[in-house]
């Protein structure tokens, strides 16, 4: 099957039965559970996890396999799948990766938006900006021109 078919394919399951949400402090995690085990295994597949099992306390249910990824690798899934999701999945995910700076980043999404619109007035050069969050002014450059951070409306 071609990229793009698995990549809809992802998409339709987890805008049905995916969970977006947080994984510790502001860590965005997305999340497959269900009882079928292969399709399971496929999400897990396209999104680069394990599957893990958990058998379940009663004898009438049925197994449950899940998939999860975090961090990175679950930001960056939720921003290459965003336009392509439902208005309510589309709000979740904002909500997540709002206050996500990503591994090893001093800044937030919000804080990025920020720059942007402080800039924007003119009461704010790219060097007091730099200061102000602590960071070098070719950073603020590059996000200010679009060229850092571009994912951020």
């Not at 899940?66 to 909500?95: H, N």
């Amino acid at each position: 099957m071609c990229k793009a078919c698995d990549m809809f394919w992802l998409i339709g399951l987890l805008e049905g039965d995916g969970t977006f949400s947080y994984s510790g402090a502001h860590t965005p995690m997305i999340r497959i559970a269900m009882t079928d085990k292969d399709t399971v295994q496929r999400a897990a597949d396209l999104m680069g996890c394990e599957v893990r099992f958990k058998k379940r306390g009663k004898a009438h249910y049925k197994d449950l396999f899940t998939a999860t990824i975090g961090g990175f690798r679950a930001a960056d899934l939720m921003v290459r799948i965003y336009s392509d999701m439902s208005m309510r999945r589309q709000e979740k995910i904002q909500s997540i990766l709002a206050n996500y700076s990503g591994p090893g980043h001093k800044l937030s999404r919000g804080d990025i938006r920020e720059i942007r619109e402080k800039y924007e007035t003119g009461d704010y050069t790219q060097r007091k900006l730099a200061d102000k969050y602590g960071v070098a002014q070719s950073l603020i450059s590059g996000i200010i021109n679009r060229k850092k951070w571009k994912s951020v409306e």
